[in-house]
């Protein structure tokens, strides 16, 4: 190429980057201008949608602008997701990443109408918590020692419940029951984990592993038993449910994520901008006291960290995944 071309071609360049950047900054400054769409792929009522009203709420005080939580449930989280990685990357489009969907689907599942890495734009993790193990009133066993002793006793007797095929919950228990050497038959109920709880309430099935904060009402009223939690102490708000670790399963160990993530192709100012908001917010004494007495501790990373944890996510679950023989087509 000619010396003056080469020359011609850096000028310009470097002219439409010194114009890009004003404007990236100002489109950043100028965000959001109007209502952000908040994808939950839940129903109502999970930890998910609690932790993502929670944030929501905050950062609709530091905006000015409302962000609408949009629950779009279905297929264990594949239909929100999807419709997330579909939307428009201009940043008024933002989801609740956590792993069903994501760094669990992409081994679960044949073929997804999406991909975890390339169709999303991390942001920011959002929230850490933890499972606990519940079962039927309806049964004599009222801890853990006795309820492994039961379903030992009546191998393939008693069902368990969970949000879907290969979701948090229906992992857990799957771990749970490979490390005590049980057998259950697996009812999955992919509309919420209400439906799970209120089957678990009539004795439709025995156990069911769901995000502490779910769970908390109802233990408390006594509608259902809290054997054990995964935590690495006890929950303050549930502080006569024993740990797994006391109960002799240490290695017990199954957290739950939240993360928010944007449509791939989302300007990078604007990640940026969610990202410093979403840490003030998590800097916030009041809105972390909201989260750890429901069971869950806030969170804040960067992209890049992010994107790491989502990494090593996808490859600690995937050999759990095969060992368990879990595809769906």
Known sequence: MPASRRSILAITGSALAAAAAPFGRAFSEDYPSRPVQLIVPYAPGGSGDLLARLLGNQLSKLW??????????????????EAAAKSAPDGYTLYLATDG?????????????????????PISMMAVGYQILLSTPKLPATNLKDFIALVKQNP?????ASIGVGSAPHLAAELFLSMAGLKM????????????????????????MVGVSTAVPFVKAGTVRGLAVTAPKRIDNL??????AEEGMPKMDYSLWFA?????GTPPAIIQKVHDDM??????????????????EAQSDTPEQLAAFLKNNYLQLKPLIERLGLQVN
Do not use: C
Request: charged share 15%; glycine share 12%; proline share 8%.
């Open 64 to 81: 000015g602008q409302q962000v609408v939580i949009e629950n779009k449930p279905g297929a264990g989280g594949l239909i929100g997701t």
């Open 101 to 121: 969907p994501l760094t669990i689907g992409a081994t679960l599942h044949r073929h997804l109408p999406y991909d975890w890495k390339r169709d999303f734009a």
């Open 156 to 160: 393939g007797k008693y069902n368990f």
């Open 185 to 208: 038959t697996h009812v999955p109920y992919t509309g919420s984990s209400q439906q799970s709880i209120a089957a678990l309430i009539s004795g439709d099935v025995a156990m069911f």
């Open 239 to 244: 502080p006569e449910v024993p740990t797994f």
């Open 260 to 264: 928010i993530e944007a449509p791939g």
């Open 279 to 296: 840490a003030k917010v998590a800097a916030d004494p009041a809105y972390q006291k909201a989260l750890h007495i429901r069971g869950f």
